[in-house]
């Protein structure tokens, strides 16, 4: 049984993110395809170390993405997102 399968947060989470999105049609595929034309790619370290052409508009399609996915429990996308009771 494996937990949590991440073995390189830089290569196995952020990095693979919009595809995954854009294979669960949770972001249009237009965005996809500007954040992939941009050469657009996010590492988790480095706080949230962002390359691509143009790094502000990378930055601002990822945002997108993370707005669109807030209420979702990114870990089971089945089941509802229950915030923290704090």
Known sequence: MVGNGCTNWDVDTTPSLPETLANMQLIPPSMLKAYQEG?????????????????????????????????????DLFRWYIPDPD
């Open 39 to 75: 050469n657009c790619v996010n590492y988790p370290y480095d706080k949230w170390k962002t390359t691509g052409d143009d790094t502000e508009a990378c930055d601002k399609w990822f945002g997108q993405m993370q707005d669109l996915i807030q209420d979702l429990n990114i870990y």
